[in-house]
DNA sequence: GCGAAGCTATTACACTTGTAGAAGGCTGTC
DNA sequence: GACAGCCTTCTACAAGTGTAATAGCTTCGC
């Protein structure tokens, strides 16, 4: 399940609220993104098609639903950014994390140095 | 810089020989992809249009070669991931790289207790 | 019961991305 | 010097993405 920047969004207001409707949604994203209602509509009618979100009418309103838990999304985020830029490698991601991030500077020498472990390791 | 999909292949390829002609590059990904000499070179002309390429002309041929380091692409596209699916956060991230991994069990350990430290610090 | 406000579904449109064909210009070889 | 082969530039087109207007249905308050 691929999600783009603005799907996210969207389904990140869901995940923190479920269910929710286009308005709820809409409140929660809206300030940042300045979207009109009919965009959020359209949002979550495209990540229901996708099979992202499910959808149940309550009276005449639809709440919605993730069908994909967040951690899932993540997941293949992540392992398609490393499939994508990195070749798969675990590690070269690793080490660019640690540079100009919001850890701390223990935190990223801590890193480095499992890195290095584990470069020795495969050797 | 946003690179594609179909734009990470191509820029690999140059990387890795610098700089390149298109058919070059098409020898370097053409098996994989399938790809037609005319679609590699509508990339090259996209990502030269972008500036992620230079090209010059040597003779009747253009020569590509990288105005954009590797290192800054890879580190723009864990930079954006990071923003889109984990809120700018680096620790959860870290997190989904240490289960089902490549990094062997030992590693994964490694990075839970480096975790576990952050969290602990950020507390 | 009527109007305002809110909801849905439909339609639109520009930009990006993936993929490529076609037409026309050089060049090296016979 | 003509033809094969390689190169370039132009054009195309479908699918995905971002963003929204609009039209028509429902409901709540007065």
Same mark, same amino acid.
Request: proline share 2%; glycine share 8%; aromatic share 6%.
């Given at each position: 399940?691929?999600?783009? /920047?603005?799907?996210? #969004?969207?389904? #990140?207001?869901?995940? /923190?609220?479920?269910?929710?409707?286009?308005?709820?949604?809409?409140?929660?994203?809206?300030?940042?993104?300045?979207?009109?209602?009919?965009?959020? #509509?359209?949002?979550?009618?495209?990540?229901? /098609?996708?099979?992202? @979100?499910?959808?149940?009418?309550?009276?005449?309103?639809?709440?919605?639903?993730?069908?994909?838990?967040?951690?899932?999304?993540?997941?293949?985020?992540?392992?398609?950014?490393?499939?994508?830029?990195?070749?798969?490698?675990?590690?070269?991601?690793?080490?660019?994390?640690?540079?100009?991030?919001?850890?701390?500077?223990?935190?990223?020498?801590?890193?480095?140095?499992? @890195?290095?472990?584990? /470069?020795?390791?495969?050797?």
């Amino acid at each position: 399940m691929r999600l783009s /920047d603005a799907e996210w #969004k969207v389904m #990140k207001a869901v995940w /923190d609220h479920q269910p929710s409707t286009a308005r709820q949604v809409l409140n929660s994203v809206g300030n940042d993104t300045g979207w009109a209602y009919s965009t959020v #509509k359209t949002m979550l009618t495209r990540l229901t /098609d996708k099979g992202a @979100l499910s959808s149940e009418m309550r009276g005449n309103t639809a709440v919605y639903s993730p069908r994909i838990s967040q951690g899932d999304a993540q997941r293949s985020a992540v392992r398609s950014l490393l499939d994508r830029a990195f070749g798969g490698a675990m590690a070269p991601m690793l080490r660019f994390m640690t540079d100009g991030s919001d850890l701390s500077a223990a935190d990223r020498a801590a890193i480095r140095d499992l @890195l290095q472990q584990t /470069d020795e390791g495969a050797r």
